[in-house]
């Protein structure tokens, strides 16, 4: 599973001109799911979402506190070209991404997971088309690819 995350003060999602998911400071979170990925991806990535340290300290200490220690919260899209790989030819294969119905299943464990750790979370809309609309705060962008833990 791979993860995007980036440090936002507002971000939102629409399909066409309805907005689906929507948050102020927090992360916006990109997340492709791997062919291969298990609940233990779910878990590890979800974790890594819950506790990465992208937030200033109220001392001014900067990357110490979580999305969780500052009451933010998290929108999450689904995003399979995380999985697009263009090391032959310029057309990306997506070979190694989840087939739909599974990666649904999936996307939605990782919203159910990081929601019952009490954090706020929106959603985009699972295979729409969708146009992101972001402040990135610093900006702070981090991957997390679960497959590359050790």
């Known amino acids: 599973m791979r993860a995007v995350i980036q440090r936002v003060t ?4 629409r399909v066409g001109d309805r907005v689906i998911g929507e948050i102020e400071r927090g ?4 997340l492709g ?4 990925d298990t609940d233990a991806d779910v878990r590890y990535v979800a974790g890594k979402i819950h506790d990465v340290r992208v ?4 001392a001014g200490k900067p990357m110490d506190r979580s999305v969780a220690d500052v009451s933010g ?3 999450v899209v689904s995003q399979f070209t995380l999985y697009g790989d263009i090391r032959k030819g310029r057309r990306p294969s997506f070979d190694d991404a989840a087939p739909p119905e599974v990666a649904k299943a999936t996307y939605e464990a990782v919203v159910r ?4 750790t009490g954090l706020v979370v929106a959603t985009g809309e699972f295979q729409a088309m969708m146009q992101v609309e972001l402040v990135n705060d610093g900006p702070v962008t981090v ?3 679960s497959r590359r833990q050790f």
Do not use: H, N, Y
């Open 10 to 13: 507002s971000a939102r999602v």
């Open 143 to 145: 991957l997390v690819d």
């Open 33 to 36: 799911v791997g062919r291969d």
């Open 27 to 30: 992360l916006l979170v990109f």
């Open 113 to 116: 997971e990081l929601r019952s």
């Open 55 to 58: 937030f200033e300290s109220d």
């Open 73 to 75: 919260a998290v929108l």
